[in-house]
């Protein structure tokens, strides 16, 4: 638990010092995460593990209890709040662990890495995940089911049906049939639902895969 929660902190910290970097432009990109600017999924960072549960309720039924509806929704309110506040709240979550009630600690790496991912990589600033933190988050995203997988466009097993999707440069591997080989990068996009260009994947189950990923 002690090594999850440095882990944890580590991509936070180091998410705090990117963004500080920003330029006001810059916050407004979208990101991989749909529609989502970088300010949005950096405030979905800042105050979704700090939000009370009735909040979070609240929230869910003005949005029908549909769960990417109130996410999109809190993300964008809180976004208007501004950099300056949302690092201040990144800050604290970083020195406090906090973390939304109810959530496993390995579910709150891989938003951390994987929101990371979505804000640094249409900036053209990418920064390669720390082999440990990588093999949590690929296996945790492996196992996730509904209705968790709503938010990444479905379940990342069902997605790899007959494949065997292979991280080049980690010691990390899933699935059982025809090779897809990708960045470590690229197969964490795979596996939460983010979009992943043809020519990152390579191996004999490559095309099959990039089909399945288009036609969702």
Known sequence: MAEL??????????????????????WETRSLCGAWTVQAVAAHLAWAPAMPVTETLASLARSGFRLNKASAEMAVRWAHRGPAAILDQLRANAANGA????????????????????????????????????????DFSMTTKWPMTISVGGSARKRLDGL????????????????????????????????????????????????????R
Not at 106 to 134: C, K, N, S, T
Not at 167 to 175: E, M
């Open 99 to 138: 973390k939304p009630v109810g959530v496993p600690m390995d579910a709150v790496l891989v938003d951390a890495v994987v929101h990371a991912l979505d804000i640094r990589l249409p900036l053209g600033r990418p920064r390669p995940v720390p082999a440990e933190a990588f093999r949590i988050v690929a």
């Open 164 to 215: 065997r999707l292979v991280a080049d440069g980690y010691d990390w591997s899933s699935g059982d049939g025809q090779d897809v080989h990708a960045s470590g990068e690229a197969v964490l996009r795979v596996l939460n639902g983010r979009p992943v260009e043809r020519d990152e994947l390579t191996g004999p189950g490559a095309d099959q895969l990039y089909t399945r990923i288009n036609r």
């Open 5 to 26: 929660q440095s882990l944890i902190r580590a991509e936070r910290l180091a998410l705090i010092e990117f963004l500080e970097t920003l330029e006001p432009a810059e």
